[in-house]
């Protein structure tokens, strides 16, 4: 089997599909989508492994050109260009059989480093260097994707949280905080910037996907949020001033005499900050009535004579 097999991808394959593949199937059998799955785990290594090979030209060309069994011993140019002295001062070829298939990455690492592709000599971890600028970088590790819930005030202030990234078994998991800013909204993804998988060319990313947990009282627009105030009939009818809860604490508000049910009320500057923009919403009061639904002969009494007084004929223009 080699590196095209392993990725499912004919030889003519581009780069661009070569790498779709690659993310698709990393993914597809990650160690964290995959817990005590030994088979997953080892055709993970595979697929990072083989990805090493074609995610990079030069190396691609290179196995193109030798095929699945690598170098033979008496291949002289190897000998010219990559081949290391031998204990007697003779180059020292080197062959690789993939049908063995074994270890991929030792495999692909006797092909490419100590085969002398380049004369390049083996490097491993986070210190393997970047041929050839950014076109030859190593390719890095996986992104890894995670949901955080935090509360409606948390989202509009800013806070800051913790993830714990899992390890390998036996190991402790490892513990990486964030800032959460303020004006984040529901679905919004934060980048962690190499915390991610371990890869040849460094950590991938970590992308927290944010989940706002529903207010008792608040609602929100965009970057507006909106408060139902239930008035008395009489607050309505005469006017009064209401203590609110705000995102800054309890405040006033005046409500005008002769305010109707669903009218709103608005506060400038009250709603959520944007930090990322630095734009600023406001806040809106929702005026909700709220009518006795039992009468006390005397309040009947009352409430008939308001009518008669105040001549009402709301649906007159229906008329």
Do not use: C
């Not at 063995?100 to 480093?113: M, P």
């Not at 002398?116 to 970088?137: F, N």
């Amino acid at each position: 089997m080699d590196p095209y097999e392993i990725l499912g991808l004919a030889r003519s394959a581009s780069a661009d599909e070569i790498k779709r593949k690659y993310r698709e199937l990393a993914k597809r059998f990650h160690p964290d989508r995959n817990p005590n799955d030994k088979s997953a785990e080892r055709k993970f290594k595979e697929v990072q492994a083989a990805y090493e090979v074609l995610g990079d030209a030069d190396r691609r060309a290179q196995f193109d050109r030798f095929g699945a069994g690598g170098p033979t011993p008496d291949f002289h140019a190897w000998q010219g260009r990559g081949a290391r002295p031998g204990r007697n001062g003779m180059h020292e070829s080197v062959s690789v059989d993939f049908g063995d298939f074994g270890d991929l990455s030792s495999i692909f690492e006797q092909f490419f480093n100590r085969g002398g592709v380049g004369g390049a000599p083996p490097q491993s971890g986070r210190g393997r260097a970047r041929r050839g600028g950014a076109a030859g970088a190593m390719p890095r590790g996986a992104d890894m994707a995670t949901q955080v819930q935090i509360g409606f005030q948390e989202a509009a202030n800013g806070a800051t949280r913790e993830i714990v990234v899992s390890g390998g078994p036996g190991e402790h998991g490892e513990r990486i905080s964030f800032r959460v800013p303020a004006g984040v909204s529901e679905g919004q993804k934060i980048r962690i910037r190499e915390k991610g998988q371990e890869g040849p060319g460094g950590r991938g990313d970590i992308l927290v996907e944010i989940q706002i947990a529903p207010h008792p009282f608040f609602r929100r627009n965009g970057l507006d949020i909106l408060l139902d105030l239930p008035l008395t009939l009489s607050e309505a009818l005469l006017g009064a001033r209401v203590e609110i809860p705000t995102l800054e604490g309890p405040t006033l508000l005046t409500v005008p005499a002769g305010t109707s049910s669903h009218a709103k009320l608005r506060l400038r500057g009250k709603g959520i900050h944007d930090s990322r923009s630095g734009q600023v919403g406001d806040m809106y009061v929702v005026i909700r009535i709220d009518v006795p639904r039992d009468l006390s002969p005397a309040a009947r009494e009352l409430v008939e004579k308001l009518a008669v007084e105040t001549g009402q004929q709301p649906r007159r223009p229906w008329a």
